[in-house]
């Protein structure tokens, strides 16, 4: 149909104008369904467990279902009991092989070590826990800290290896050329150099990966075992929050149950920290970036 | 084609590269190049983008070796030795052999850490012979009345001619009888780049000096010979004032009067 150029150019405007806030409106509540999981979580964990939280809930033992006063003393550092387990063996084993990929890059084995990574991560975790039943509980006879901790720290080897070799990667060339023409081995140039100049994203890489492990609680069901008492030894069953939190919240005993979202509460709070922390440190490796990139770039 | 002529005679070569080719996978970098780098003074090597400058430089000190695909015939002589000879360490050739690439590329420590580090690594110093060892490198690189107040400050807060200048004094503290450089100026201003020739300039008596450059002007202010390169070839070499008044070669004429590069 005819229109006055002028009208016609109006309605144009007008028609984009109602389109594009129709579009901005859906993209913010896809941002707001987004954040709701998360804010619906945390605000009920705060209202449940907050009833249960006390001095108490971190120093005492668990009790016996009716019997008022129970803690999570024994899961809280058994947790922490596993995770460094976990960590003795996944940082190193992580380390090396990330470092390994990142400096053979286009070797077969690397292909295939990075192929056999990734499967790794991509792994059920219960699949791991099994694995590692056969592997340390059924030989040694009895669930243990030491199981629970080497399959975190199996799960922990795939995130570390390739998260170290995308930090080493990020390394400029030049700084290895710099130690290689100063008479540095080839080892040695990625032990000293590369290696310090890529700790600050490993560190956060790291804290990430314990963060991630830490919350696992299928690959402990058959392996640490969980226990109602204290116990820090590794050669036995040892409690931990996933765990705790699991056995309570399918518990049919009302106190228990408020004690699961207690637990699950100081477990958020402890990955939270984590991931925090990891963040802080990413910022200032950033910071020394720029600078470093602020001052080549200069003159 | 016929080895170009030179002046230097074999005697007085301090590196001398003799019929020397390198590959990188499939690519032919470097055909046939022999040249003679006399003792002392310096050396410029020219050519466009690509003709192998920097690798004759890489070569001299065995910076590729390991490099998937490489292959290289020919040899390379240091002092009459051949570089890739069994009893050769890399790490010892490249302590006597320093290097300095085309952006400054200073570890993040301190500017005295990385002035030691290589002295360090070598044993050539230890404890308080190690500042000593700086101080002479930071003055030989021209850098130590800049920084000698601030040695502990982090490399990275000194302004980029200032870095490079870091760099060469790192290169410098191993004491090495060659020093290899990368374009060294292509990324400073002017006056950055004036105080680096400089510097060359009152390094050559005591080092040899191979200099890869772009920028034609600077080869010929700062160098004693100058070899040019086009296509992985040596094409002429010969005292600068002589290549760039009367170049024996209509290519190389072609590229010092600007046709191409």
């Not at chain 1, 709070?269 to 440190?281: E, I, P, T």
Request: aromatic share 6%; with cysteine.
């Amino acid at each position: 149909m005819p229109r006055t150029a002028r009208g016609g150019e109006q309605t144009t405007l007008q028609a984009r104008r109602r389109r594009s806030a129709i579009m901005t409106s859906l993209v913010w509540c896809a941002s707001a369904i987004c954040l709701l999981p998360l804010v619906l979580i945390t605000a009920h964990l705060l209202v449940g467990g907050a009833r249960v939280l006390g001095p108490r809930f971190f120093t005492a033992l668990p009790t016996p279902p009716g019997v008022s006063g129970g803690g999570i003393a024994n899961g809280i550092a058994g947790t922490l009991l596993l995770l460094l387990v976990a960590a003795a063996i996944g940082l190193p084993i992580g380390l090396g092989a990330g470092l390994f990929l990142a400096e053979r890059t286009r070797t077969r084995l690397a292909e295939t070590v990075r192929f056999l990574a990734d499967v790794l991560s991509g792994l059920p975790s219960i699949v791991i826990g099994i694995f590692v039943w056969e592997l340390i509980v059924r030989p040694s006879g009895q669930f243990s800290a030491l199981a629970g901790g080497v399959a975190l720290g199996v799960l922990m080897i795939p995130l570390i290896t390739r998260a170290t070799e995308a930090m080493v990667q990020l390394v400029p060339n030049a700084l290895r050329e710099a130690a290689l023409a100063l008479g540095y081995s080839r080892a040695r140039t990625s032990l000293t150099i590369v290696l310090r100049t890529a700790l600050p994203g490993i560190v956060t890489a790291s804290l990430l990966a314990v963060a991630r492990v830490a919350g696992e609680t299928a690959p402990l069901l058959f392996t640490a075992f969980g226990t109602p008492y204290w116990s820090l030894r590794l050669d036995a069953p040892i409690a931990a929050l996933p765990l705790q939190i699991f056995n309570y919240a399918t518990s049919p005993y009302d106190d228990w149950r408020a004690q699961a979202w207690g637990g699950a509460l100081v477990l958020i709070v402890l990955v939270f920290a984590l991931s925090w922390l990891a963040r802080r440190v990413t910022e200032s490796r950033r910071e020394r970036l720029n600078a470093t990139v602020a001052g080549g770039a200069a003159e | 084609m016929t080895a170009p002529l030179q002046d230097a005679s074999l005697a007085d070569a301090h590196v001398r590269l003799d019929a020397w080719s390198v590959w990188f996978a499939s690519t032919h970098a470097l055909d046939a190049v022999s040249l003679v780098v006399p003792r002392g003074g310096v050396t410029a090597l020219i050519g466009p983008s690509g003709c192998g400058k920097s690798t004759v430089l890489r070569s001299i000190n065995r910076l590729d070796d390991g490099q998937a695909g490489l292959r290289v015939t020919g040899r390379i002589l240091l002092d009459n030795v051949d570089i890739h000879d069994a009893s050769i360490d890399p790490a010892s050739l490249r302590r006597r052999i320093g290097m300095v690439f085309q952006r400054s590329n200073p570890f993040r420590r301190s500017i005295l850490e990385n002035v030691v580090y290589g002295p360090r690594l070598h044993g050539l110093a230890t404890g308080d012979a190690l500042a000593a060892v700086a101080e002479r490198a930071l003055r030989r690189a021209a850098l130590w009345e800049e920084v000698k107040d601030r040695l502990g400050e982090p490399a990275t807060s000194l302004s980029g001619g200032q870095q490079q200048r870091l760099c060469i004094a790192r290169a410098l503290a191993n004491e090495p009888d060659v020093l290899l450089l990368d374009e060294p100026t292509s990324a400073l201003d002017p006056g950055a780049t004036q105080r680096i020739e400089e510097l060359l300039y009152d390094l050559r008596t005591d080092v040899t000096i191979v200099i890869v450059t772009h920028n034609l002007q600077q080869a010929a202010r700062v160098s004693d010979h100058t070899a040019f390169l086009l296509d992985g070839r040596l094409v002429e070499v010969d005292a600068t004032r002589r290549l760039f008044t009367s170049p024996r070669d209509p290519r190389t004429e072609a590229y010092i009067t600007g046709r191409f590069g």
